[in-house]
């Protein structure tokens, strides 16, 4: 597409005429004033609230754009910006020479630059504009009631949700640091209701589609009578707009000053934590007045700094919700056992521990570093039960046979880090071989402590650590678990 200015407004073509230029060309890009007149498209409204879109991704015409943009409808940005000579994509953030390429492009007539970054969700380049709106909301009349929710909060729950709820309406940044096992999804039930009864559109956003997929059933069900789009890769939501959304980091990379408040579960977790465009993605999806509540069980070393001093606003949450202490990983050094793995034996401290959890018919997680050695330590295992499955982030069985151990069809479960959070089993013990290996840091110690004890019936576990060296890591994981459990005891949230 390449455009032309006639009246201070652009005009799109699909031809080349020879006076047109690329949409990155234009110093700046006029907004032609809103027309209160104008009869404008209640679908194309709903589509593009909040969003940055492709002209491929809207089922109109072009007509009907340029239309919409002559009334002061919709926005047209560069989708390529140029911070000096730098390109930068305005959807994904990419500045990185060597995710640019260029390509002989049909629809400019020129060789054009482009971003490979977020070549997924449709192709962005020097001729591409994003589509925004700029028109009023869409009309929304909510129910009286919303929150459906019957259960109630725990004494640390309660305090986290006035948090919430009061960071969602005066537009504020809060961390809610909350021990695995807290139950931090109830803790935002009131935070919810409040902000969609003061109008306000609401994302929760969480960098794993597990998660996603985990959420969305669990607030439909809360929130009876509100819509909620639920938007991972592949999700049939796509185009719903909805005064609550529930998101992959990656989805939110098509919004645009969406949102009066997100939240931001697991954000200590991959990817999120290591690709610098999620982030972008998050930011540019706040409006730029709006609230931004972070959940996680295991912060960073700069956040846990940050809360410690005073710079960040957060509150913990340090027991569970069933008011019982954490479990206190054991470290128990088991000698160079990559050494006797290759003899196709493992150390006799490891393999007691096992046979005891056997004896006693206690089912357990025992986590590797890395998924050669497990499948090494596997055969060696049989030899104790062949009640034992192994999984890793490419097994395509992953989801069955984590099921089979819920289903308690197997008494065993090997893994990698994959399974360190978001699996609850009621009732286990949690091993970690090789706690001294660098993949496992403070935070996936933490989680993995964290998956022993879940469950009210059974809210005690064994976690041991088997190591061939102490990591700053594992003291320091540790040492968290212990200063929360100490906090919840304290504020007389754990019983003794
Ligand atoms: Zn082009
Ligand atoms: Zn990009």
């Known amino acids: 597409m390449r455009f032309r200015i006639e009246n201070n407004k652009l005009i799109a073509g699909k031809s080349f005429a020879p006076n047109s230029l690329?949409?990155?060309?234009?110093?700046?890009?006029?907004?032609?004033?809103?027309?209160?007149?104008?009869?404008?498209?209640?679908e194309l409204q709903k589509l593009l609230i909040g969003k940055q879109l492709l002209i491929d991704d809207l089922p109109y015409q072009l007509e009907e754009i340029q239309n919409h943009y002559d009334h002061g409808y919709i926005t047209f940005r560069k989708?390529?910006?140029?911070?000096?000579?730098?390109?930068?994509?305005?959807?994904c953030g990419n500045n990185e020479q060597q995710w640019f390429a260029i390509y002989p492009c049909t629809r400019c007539g020129e060789d054009c630059l482009y971003c490979r970054k977020c070549l997924m969700m449709g192709r962005i380049s020097e001729c591409t504009p994003l589509i925004g709106w700029n028109g009023p909301a869409p009309d929304s009349s909510l129910p009286s009631k919303m929150l459906e929710w019957q259960g109630t909060l725990s004494q640390g729950q309660l305090?986290?949700?006035?948090?919430?709820?009061?960071?969602?309406?005066?537009?504020?940044?809060?961390?809610?640091?909350?021990?695995?096992g807290a139950g931090k999804t109830e803790v935002l039930f009131a935070g919810i209701e409040a902000g969609l009864a003061a109008n306000k559109r609401l994302c929760i956003a969480a960098p794993r589609t597990d998660v996603v997929l985990e959420l969305t059933p669990r607030l439909k069900a809360a929130f009876p009578n509100i819509l909620v789009a639920s938007l991972y890769?592949?999700?049939?939501?796509?185009?719903?707009?909805?005064?609550?959304?529930?998101?992959?980091?990656?989805?939110?990379?098509?919004?645009?000053h969406a949102f009066d408040a997100i939240i931001l579960d697991e954000v200590d977790a991959f990817p999120y934590t290591v690709e610098e465009s999620l982030q972008q993605a998050v930011i540019q999806a706040r409006k730029q007045e709006s609230a931004m509540i972070y959940l996680t069980a295991t912060p960073n070393a700069k956040w846990q700094k940050e809360c410690l001093s005073g710079k960040r606003a957060y509150t913990t949450i340090p027991a569970r919700f069933h008011r019982h202490p954490l479990p206190i990983p054991e470290f128990t050094w088991c000698g160079n056992w990559q050494k006797r793995l290759k003899k196709n034996k493992l150390p006799p401290n490891i393999l007691t521990w096992i046979k005891?959890?056997?004896?006693?018919?206690?089912?357990?997680?025992?986590f590797f570093p890395h998924i050669p050695l497990m499948e090494k330590a596997l055969p060696v295992l049989w030899a104790l039960t062949p009640n034992i499955e192994a999984v890793h982030a490419e097994d395509p069985e992953r989801k069955e046979k984590v099921q089979k151990m819920r289903s308690k069809e197997i008494a065993l479960l090997?893994?990698?880090?994959?399974?360190?959070?978001?699996?609850t089993f009621p009732a286990i013990d949690v091993?970690?071989?090789?706690?001294?290996?660098?993949?496992?840091?403070e935070s996936a110690l933490v989680q993995i402590a964290g998956r022993a004890g879940r469950s009210k019936d059974h809210p005690t576990g064994a976690v041991t650590f088997f190591h061939y060296g102490k990591t700053e890591a594992m003291i320091k994981a540790r040492r968290q678990i212990m200063s929360m459990n100490r906090e919840g005891v304290k504020r007389g949230l754990i019983d003794l």
């Open 356 to 366: 005891k959890r056997l004896d006693e018919g206690k089912q357990a997680l025992i």
């Open 79 to 91: 989708g390529i910006e140029y911070a000096g000579k730098t390109p930068v994509c305005a959807r």
């Open 414 to 423: 090997l893994t990698t880090t994959i399974l360190e959070r978001g699996v």
């Open 431 to 441: 091993a970690v071989v090789g706690a001294e290996d660098g993949i496992f840091l």
């Open 233 to 256: 890769s592949g999700s049939t939501d796509r185009h719903l707009y909805a005064p609550l959304t529930i998101a992959t980091t990656h989805q939110l990379q098509r919004f645009y």
């Open 159 to 180: 305090e986290a949700s006035e948090r919430v709820k009061n960071a969602i309406l005066q537009n504020k940044e809060w961390l809610i640091w909350a021990v695995c």
């Open 22 to 42: 690329r949409i990155s060309q234009f110093n700046i890009i006029p907004q032609p004033p809103l027309n209160p007149n104008f009869s404008f498209n209640p």
